[in-house]
Nanobody, 126 residues
Framework: QVQLVESGGGLVQAGGSLRLPCSLS????????MAWFRQAPGKERVFVAS????????RYADAVKGRFTISRDNAKNTVPLEMNSLKPEDTAVYSC???????????????????WGQGTQVTVSS
């Protein structure tokens, strides 16, 4: 069973930066589409960013374009999310997700992602 573990969350002031690594184990990393989602208090979980299994395609939510960067390191089995120019509205629990590339890449379709991490809290103070 594939396992995903996130880390790197914490408290940061507005305008600051954080890096959230996500590591995948018990699976062949390069065979999985990867993504980050977030859930703010009292709101539904929403798409943040995704990278296809081969790394050739990347998509971002409009709210984070130009500020967040997703990448994948197939040698280290990690998908870091670099977050810059953070805003209070970025406060949320951030979760890493994955599904096998035996299905097409639907980057923001939550129901496709059948492996999820436990989430890490990011709090941005004003």
């Amino acid at each position: 069973q594939v396992q995903l573990v996130e880390s790197g969350g914490g408290l940061v002031q507005a305008g600051g930066s954080l890096r959230l690594p996500c590591s995948l184990s018990r699976g062949t990393f390069s065979n999985y589409h990867m993504a980050w989602f977030r859930q703010a208090p009292g709101k539904e979980r929403v798409f943040v960013a995704s990278v296809s299994a081969r790394g050739g395609e990347i998509r971002y939510a409009d709210a984070v374009k130009g500020r967040f960067t997703i990448s994948r390191d197939n040698a280290k089995n990690t998908v870091p999310l670099e977050m810059n120019s953070l805003k209070p509205e970025d406060t949320a629990v951030y979760s890493c997700a994955a599904y096998s590339n035996n299905r097409p890449w639907f980057f923001d379709r939550q129901r496709e992602y059948n492996y999820w991490g436990q989430g890490t809290q990011v709090t941005v103070s004003s």
